[in-house]
């Protein structure tokens, strides 16, 4: 017996002959089909994308963050990253937990947006069993889950100016006092956050205190906007394609006008707006190659097509 497939295709397509040809268009037809049902191609090789600590870029911008990331990635400071939303904050946390001493303790990530002003306390520092209503029994924060790791404060310009005092003073003292207890825990956590907020402007408007800012900006990262990191597009592109492949989107491969398009288009909402628009656009894309009619309107109008 043989169990050579190509073998088998090659008598399977001679027999084609011997049909009558209405026959063989329609089984050529199916086995089009049953080709395409395999379903996606093989993604293209990785290819070696220009960047480092995890993250694509090649552009002067990057590589100045790069540059800054290489010299403090090792050290315990306080690091604030700014930049608009979808620029990479969060990547560069994790750059710096996973590529730092810290990475084999917690990387711990909070919002600070996202949690109701009243609980964000609780949430950071923990509280003891009766500290305030629904709270049946001693919980412990953020801070002391990341004892050994990195703490992410995201969105740190929404944290309440009480609770910012609070911070400061666990940064000064590195322990935590669980709300409604006595006690106090030494933690030893490095302290990472973002904003897209002007943190300064805030200052000046008394929402959120100097002494706290400075604390935490010992070290700032400003993270480039998309439209400003030359030559970083195509780079981001296959990368995300790759992924997108990775994870069962079919499209992996994007015609050179289209691309030229995404260079051209100014990604307000940077690189997570370039993700969701890789991502629809291999939802409508044929043959698994995106083409300029795939691309959303906004992106099409900007490069004139
Ligand atoms: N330089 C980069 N290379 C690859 N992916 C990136 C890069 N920067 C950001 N991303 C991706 O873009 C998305 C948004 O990044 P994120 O760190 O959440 O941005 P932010 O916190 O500034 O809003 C994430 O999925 C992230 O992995
Ligand atoms: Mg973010």
């Known amino acids: 017996m043989r169990h050579d497939p190509l073998e088998e295709l090659q008598e399977l397509l001679d027999s084609f002959d011997r049909l009558p040809a209405g026959e063989r268009r329609r089984l050529a037809e199916a086995m089009r089909g049953w080709i395409d049902a395999q379903g996606h191609p093989e993604p293209e090789p990785a290819a070696e994308l220009p960047g480092r600590f995890g993250m694509i870029g090649a552009s002067p911008a990057m590589e100045e963050v790069f540059g800054v990331l290489q010299r403090i990635v090792r050290t315990d400071v306080p690091v604030l990253v700014l930049g608009e939303s979808g620029t990479g904050k969060e990547l560069v946390a994790r750059a710096l937990h996973e590529h730092g001493p810290r990475r084999k303790g917690p990387m711990v990530a909070v919002n600070c947006a996202a949690i109701p002003p009243t609980l964000l306390e609780s949430e950071l520092f923990g509280h003891v069993k009766g500290a305030f209503t629904g709270a049946h029994r001693s919980r412990k924060g953020y801070a002391e889950t990341a004892d050994g790791g990195t703490l992410f404060l995201d969105e740190i310009g929404e944290m309440p100016l009480e609770l910012q005092a609070k911070l400061l003073r666990f940064l000064q003292e590195g322990e935590v006092r669980p709300v409604g207890g006595n006690t106090i825990r030494k933690v030893d956590v490095r302290v990472v956050a973002a904003t897209n907020q002007d943190l300064l402007a805030r200052v000046r408007e008394k929402a959120f205190r100097e002494d706290l800012y400075y604390r935490l900006a010992v070290i700032s990262i400003q993270m480039p906007p998309l439209r400003e990191r030359e030559g970083d597009i195509p780079h981001l592109v296959h990368h995300i394609l790759q992924n997108q492949a990775e994870e069962g989107l079919p499209a992996a ?30 939802a409508f894309a044929r043959d698994h190659c995106i083409r300029l009619e795939d691309l959303s309107p906004e992106v099409r109008a900007a490069a004139g097509a």
């Open 253 to 282: 491969r994007i015609e050179e006008d289209a691309l030229q398009a995404l260079e051209a288009y100014s990604w307000p909402g940077n690189i997570r707006q370039l993700q969701n628009e890789l991502t629809r656009a291999s």
